[in-house]
C-alpha cells in the first residue's frame, strides 16, 4: 500500500514548485523577446520607403532624394 494519503499531499506541492519555475523561466523569456522585438520593431520602423523602387531601406543607405543606392546610380547601369 504505497498509495497513501501522505504521498499525495507531499505530491502536488512538488508538481507545483516545478511549474512554478518553469513559468517563471517562461516569463523571463518572454520578457526577453518582447525586448528583442521591440528593438527589430524600432529599428524597422526607422526604414524608409525608396522613393524611386519603394523598397524598404535604413536611413543611413537613402541618399538626400529619399532613393536607395542602387536606384541612385546612373540609369543607363540599370536599363542596359
Ligand atoms: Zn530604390
Known sequence: MWQSP???AVKPRRVGTLL???LHETALINALSAL???AREMRQSRYRPCA??????PPE????????PAC?????YRVH
Open 6 to 8: 501522505g504521498h499525495f
Open 61 to 68: 543607405l537613402l541618399f538626400g532624394d529619399q532613393v536607395c
Open 20 to 22: 512554478w519555475q518553469r
Open 52 to 57: 524611386s523602387c519603394g523598397e524598404k531601406q
Open 36 to 38: 528583442i522585438k521591440g
Open 72 to 76: 541612385s546610380e546612373p540609369q543607363t
